[in-house]
Nanobody
Framework: VQLQESGPGLVKPSQTLSLTCTVS??????????WSWIRQPPGKGLEWIGY???????FYNPSHKSRTSISRDTSKNQFTLQLSSVTPEDTAVYFC????????????????WGQGTQVTVSS
């Protein structure tokens, strides 16, 4: 399974960050797989944002739940992150990732990772 993030590298404060993960080598509807977004702010550790599973169910980190939406397009084999009302604290490298084990998703050790994309929040 290969994952590739895409989206703007610069977002202005208060706007909505939108990133897409394109999946190849496997289907996002494959049983038991969860498809996740993870980020790493500069100088900090990895932070789990949320996931959408094979059935389309979503779950978000409570820290960002009110601002986060993850959706999917099964016809394109893609899933998308939207993070609203961004601030400079949302500046990070954003990764999409996947695993059949939800535990591995939550503890940030999924098997499959995208290469990551830098997103900077600045006016």
């Amino acid at each position: 399974v290969q994952l590739q993030e895409s989206g703007p590298g610069l977002v202005k404060p208060s706007q909505t960050l939108s990133l897409t993960c394109t999946v190849s080598g496997g289907s996002i509807t494959t049983n038991y797989y969860s498809w996740s977004w993870i980020r790493q702010p500069p100088g900090k550790g990895l932070e789990w944002i949320g996931y959408i599973d094979y059935s389309g169910s979503t779950f978000y980190n409570p820290s960002h739940k009110s601002r986060t939406s993850i959706s999917r397009d099964t016809s394109k084999n893609q899933f998308t992150l939207q993070l609203s009302s961004v601030t400079p604290e949302d500046t990070a490298v954003y990764f999409c990732a996947a695993d059949q084990s939800l535990h591995k998703i939550v503890v940030l050790t999924p098997e499959f990772w995208g290469q990551g994309t830098q997103v900077t929040v600045s006016s």
